[in-house]
Every structure is written in structure tokens, then in C-alpha cells.
């Protein structure tokens, strides 16, 4: 006799389909998805499938079920979820740790610190993650000239241009979207050195050892 597997998997839509804090739906609305997540109709053999499980002797395995992070009652749907899978002896799999901050269920927070005296925005980060530290006023270094930054630690060293940025769609992922960054105004040297190249404005990243990032604007003057 054949033993089947079946792959299923729920992504709560009531929940999971809000897309910014503030849009989400209630749990009790997930009563209303393609397959129900209501635990006496799954006892009862009333979700397909748990009939299908029953009629084929068939082990299911639950590829993926999550709720957006935010979502009013996301909490109690994934402990239902859960729940319901381990009473039915299911395997399952959650979607998605530490992936996107919408899925993972570990989001992160910022602690906003005003250092009025040092003109900073330092943001703690509360869950995981690096700290960041934002510099409210820019630098300012005329074309041809040179800058010298230097943090507390070793860092490395990045810059961009502020205003220019291109947006383009990943080829192997719809979801996802690819970021392009442009250095025409100014460049930076490994130690912390840089160089202006034309007027505008820039922005100079310092990814410290331990993870935290540092962000100082620069205006380049002609």
C-alpha cells in the first residue's frame, strides 16, 4: 500500500495580507480561509485536510504557515496553528525565521536616543541587529579636497550619493528588489579618507566591528 505525504501550507490571508502595521485583520477571521484553522472542525474531520489524512493514512507535513508580524491577534493565530498541528501529529515548518521583519517573529525595534549635544540620532536596536548612529549636520569639503573621519574603533568604510539611488527588480525573486548605489560625488579610502569629486550631497557609512553603523552627511561645495 502507498503512504502519501501531503504538502500544505496557510498563510493566514485575513493576517498575513496587511501590508503595513495599522491594516491587519483580527484573528478570529482566519475561520474564514480556504482551509480552516478552527480546531474542533479539524478534530471532527471537517477540514479537507484532515479528511484527506484520515482517508489515505497519509502524513502531512505543513511547508509553511505564518501571519504578519504585526497583525492584531498574529500571536494567538500561530499558537492555534501550532496548536492544531502538533494535536494532529503534523510536522511543520514556520515561515520565515529571521527572514523578512514582516514573517520573522523575533522583529526588531528601535530605542531612539536625541543627543542633543553631539547632534546625533543614536538608534538601539531592541531584539537583534546592529546599532546606528546618524549625524544631524553634514561636513562640508570643496571639490579637489580631502576628509578625514575617524570613529572610536577600526571600521570599514563605504559612501554614497544622497540623492541617487536605482531601484530595479531581482531577477529570480518578484518579492525582492535590487539596489544600486552611486559614488559620483565623492569616494572613500579604507582608512577612512575621502576624496570630493564634484558638488553635492553624500552620505559616508562606518560599519564598526561590532556590527553598529555610523552615518555622516557631507556637502561637497564646487
Known amino acids: 500500500m502507498k503512504r502519501w505525504i501531503l504538502l500544505a ?22 475561520d474564514e480561509m480556504s482551509w480552516s484553522f478552527d480546531r474542533n472542525a479539524a478534530r471532527e474531520g471537517d477540514v479537507a485536510v484532515v479528511a484527506f489524512a484520515k482517508r489515505h493514512d497519509a502524513r502531512i507535513f505543513v511547508g509553511e504557515f505564518s501571519a ?8 494567538r493565530y500561530l499558537r492555534d496553528c501550532i496548536e492544531l498541528f ?3 501529529g503534523w510536522d511543520w515548518c514556520y515561515h520565515a525565521f529571521n527572514e523578512w521583519r514582516g514573517w520573522n517573529v523575533e522583529q526588531t525595534f528601535d530605542c531612539v536616543h536625541v543627543d542633543r549635544a553631539n547632534r546625533a540620532l543614536h538608534f538601539t536596536r531592541i531584539g537583534g541587529g546592529g546599532d546606528r548612529t546618524f549625524h544631524l549636520d553634514a561636513r562640508t569639503v570643496c571639490v579637489g579636497e580631502t576628509l578625514r573621519f575617524s570613529p572610536a574603533a ?7 550619493d544622497a540623492d541617487r539611488l536605482r531601484t530595479d527588480p531581482a531577477p529570480d525573486n518578484k518579492w525582492q528588489k535590487l539596489r544600486t548605489y552611486f559614488d559620483d560625488v565623492a569616494l572613500i ?12 550631497e553624500s552620505v559616508v ?8 553603523k555610523e552615518f555622516f552627511p557631507v556637502t561637497v561645495l564646487p
Open 205 to 212: 557609512l562606518a560599519i564598526l566591528p561590532d556590527g553598529s
Open 154 to 160: 577600526a571600521a570599514t568604510w563605504a559612501c554614497y
Open 68 to 75: 504578519i508580524a504585526w497583525a492584531e491577534g498574529a500571536d
Open 86 to 88: 502538533d494535536e494532529q
Open 9 to 30: 501550507g496557510c498563510l493566514a490571508a485575513g493576517v498575513a495580507g496587511a501590508d503595513a502595521p495599522g491594516a491587519a485583520v483580527r484573528h478570529p477571521a482566519i
Open 189 to 200: 579610502s579604507p582608512d577612512g579618507v575621502l576624496t570630493a569629486k564634484k558638488p553635492g
